[in-house]
Nanobody, 123 residues
Framework: QVQLVESGGGSVQAGGSLRLSCVAS????????LGWFRQAPGKEREAIAV???????VYVGSVKGRFTISRDNAKNTLYLQMNSLKPEDTAMYYC?????????????????WGQGTQVTVSS
């Protein structure tokens, strides 16, 4: 079992930055693939970044070059550094964990979800 708690969301103007954190408790953090998802009003939830146990990462095109996912296994924490934010980045952001990267990146069916943190970007 893994419990995930996000923080770091807020309101920012376009062009600004935010860093989201996701602290995990429970099972062995380093064994899990981790990801960030987001869901904007009226839209489906999408995976935006995933990091594997060896640090390999992947991003959706709309955030590539602006967002960076990272993990600190010693602190049981997942991060998402978001730079050059745009109004279209406004969404609820969720962290997630699964032993399989496919269930995160392809199937959108990870075993564990956080409760979400809101990011609002104004123009």
């Amino acid at each position: 079992q893994v419990q995930l708690v996000e923080s770091g969301g807020g309101s920012v103007q376009a062009g600004g930055s935010l860093r989201l954190s996701c602290v995990a408790s429970g099972d062995t953090f380093g064994s899990y693939c981790l990801g960030w998802f987001r869901q904007a009003p009226g839209k489906e939830r999408e995976a935006i970044a995933v990091i594997d146990v060896d640090g390999t990462d992947v991003y959706v095109g709309s955030v590539k070059g602006r967002f960076t996912i990272s993990r600190d296994n010693a602190k049981n924490t997942l991060y998402l550094q978001m730079n050059s934010l745009k109004p279209e980045d406004t969404a609820m952001y969720y962290c997630a964990a699964d032993l399989s990267p496919t269930r995160l990146w392809v199937e959108y069916e990870p075993d564990y979800w956080g409760q979400g943190t809101q990011v609002t970007v104004s123009s």
